[in-house]
């Protein structure tokens, strides 16, 4: 539902004091959020952006949109729940790699195979920022940030081979001080049908002294590490979701794809296949579910009885 007048990410600008730190890549990733709504013609009250807890939990205060800040690793079943009761909204869902693959990893595998329309944005900065900088789940084994006492103990998580696991229809990875290019993919993701997930590698000045502004630019011979899929020939989609062996044969190239990591870190859009939403399953199932939004339901608190009729 756009509006017909131009938008521009002003209009997606609220008064909140900004308190992350100076520098942090979070500033790149919420203007990002704010242009790609403000190109997409989105009015500001049909948007609902949900966040989780850490940095990034606050970027909800600073778009102009209905929002809401919940728990620790619930951003996605509180994101659909909103989804569910009133369909016609837009859902974004944001969070950092701590809260989306460590607390909330559950919650990351169930909302890929359910694939009900919306968009989650993970803020891949390697560190727990908020807390001081404990190393997050996609902090590799043996490296050691300048807030941690020794080396990380564990493997890290490949958030995109999960993600094709787990069975997301749109994955993709940005960089948070590529505005431009990761503004495209978050159009991209939104407009896709079905949940959306996009990994944005995020520098925190702060707490990672690993994976700074300075790392991503320059790998061997000072060759910048990162580059664009779409720029290399890469095609992400599927062009026949019933074929399974094409389907296999995406999934195994994304996840190839998932595991350049070093001199060499792909951008863009690692994998797309259009299939039937939940939403569009479940209305199959019960059409009322289509004609009346969950949230227009007229019920008391002890008259449940419109509900379950449409449940019926
Ligand atoms: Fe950004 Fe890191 Fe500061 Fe958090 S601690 S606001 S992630 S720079």
């Given amino acids: 539902m756009a509006v017909d007048y131009k938008l521009t990410a002003k209009d997606f600008k609220t008064e909140v004091h900004n308190n ?50 919940t728990l620790h690793g619930r951003v ?29 990893a559950g919650y990351f595998v169930n909302a890929g195979r359910r694939n ?7 803020f891949n900065n390697g560190v727990y920022g908020l807390t001081k900088g404990q190393g997050s789940p996609t902090l590799a084994r ?28 749109f994955i993709a990875r940005g960089f948070a001080l590529d505005v431009k290019h990761l503004t495209g993919l978050i159009v991209a993701a939104v407009q896709h ?7 944005v590698l995020q520098t925190c000045p702060t707490y990672n002294d690993l994976y700074t502004k300075e790392w991503y630019a320059g790998g061997r011979d000072s060759q910048p590490r990162l580059y664009k899929l779409e720029e290399a020939g890469y095609d992400p989609r599927v062009h026949d979701p019933s074929d399974p062996q094409e389907v296999v044969a995406k999934k195994l190239q994304a996840i190839g794809k998932s595991y350049e990591w070093g001199d060499r870190i ?14 569009q399953e479940a209305i199959a199932r019960r059409p009322r579910l289509g004609e009346v939004s969950l949230a227009e339901l007229e019920i008391d608190g002890r008259d449940t009885q419109p509900l379950l009729d449409m449940l019926r």
């Fill in 116 to 122: 009900l329309d919306l968009t989650y944005i993970v």
């Fill in 142 to 169: 043996g490296l050691q940030t300048k807030s941690m006492p020794e080396p990380a103990l564990q493997d890290g998580v490949n958030p995109i081979a999960l993600a094709v696991g787990a069975g997301y229809t």
């Fill in 20 to 69: 992350w730190c100076p520098g942090c890549g979070d500033f790149g990733i919420l203007s990002a959020i704010q242009t790609a709504l403000a190109q997409l013609g989105l009015p500001p009250h049909r948007v609902v952006l949900f966040s989780g807890i850490g940095c990034s939990g606050k970027t909800p205060h600073y778009v102009r949109s209905y929002g809401f800040h």
């Fill in 76 to 104: 996605l079943p509180v994101a659909t729940g909103a989804k569910l009761a009133n369909l016609s909204l837009t859902v974004l869902a944001v969070g950092g790699d701590g809260d989306g693959y460590g607390i909330g």
């Fill in 266 to 279: 792909p951008l863009g859009v690692y994998y797309q296949v259009d299939l039937p939403t939940y939403e």
């Fill in 193 to 199: 049908r079905g949940t959306a997930f996009l990994d």
